[in-house]
């Protein structure tokens, strides 16, 4: 996982970096890969190309996996999608630390997956970065926010527009700012 500079010897409140020139420079590179090239071949036709891409830069992303070309991804390396998943059009995932969907997770339109904060108690405002989770079919619905550290559970549901800032438990479904667990989810025929 790469880690963020020292804010104190940095002094990133007045422009210093918090990653490394290696870690820009890679960002860069993928950057403007993904912008020239993610658009060459329109959903569906694209899914193959994308994750040859994404996987070119480092992520680890399994069959069936769909990522649209107007995904912003952080840092691919970062990224581990398994089988089945999908990341939405206009999805911004901010991967400053590692984030993982499992089998069959679906981030739709416009989610912010956020893996990186700021300790408020820190004068320098320190960078933190923590890791994002997606239980197995757990679906993250339209422009909801997942902030740092927080694990969506199996089956659970973020929805549309909620702020998840903790964990979601496996089979409930959240909603609102800060997301408040609604409803317990049941597939059907259970």
Not at 21 to 43: D, S
Request: aromatic fraction near 10%; charged fraction near 20%; glycine fraction near 10%.
């Amino acid at each position: 996982m790469t880690q963020p500079l020292d804010a104190k010897t940095e002094d990133t409140l007045h422009g210093g970096p918090s990653f490394s020139f290696a870690n820009r420079l890679e960002r860069f590179a993928f950057a403007v890969t993904w912008r020239l090239l993610a658009w060459i071949l329109p959903p569906p036709v694209g899914w193959g190309w994308r994750r040859f891409l994404l996987r070119l830069f480092g992520a680890s992303i399994g069959k069936g996996a769909k990522v649209y070309p107007s995904v912003r991804i952080w840092l691919p390396r970062h990224l581990r999608m398994d089988d089945w998943t999908t990341l939405g059009p206009g999805t911004q995932c901010y991967n400053m630390a590692p984030v993982t969907l499992h089998e069959g997770a679906i981030v739709s339109q416009r989610v912010f997956l956020c893996g990186g904060d700021h300790d408020h108690r820190d004068m320098a405002h320190q960078l933190v970065t923590r890791p994002i989770t997606l239980g197995r079919k757990a679906w993250v619905a339209a422009e909801a926010f997942v902030g740092p550290g927080v694990e969506v559970g199996e089956r659970a549901v973020l929805g549309a527009r909620a702020c998840a800032t903790r964990d979601i438990p496996a089979d409930t479904v959240w909603t609102g700012n800060p997301a408040q667990q609604v409803a317990e989810r049941r597939m059907a025929g259970e």
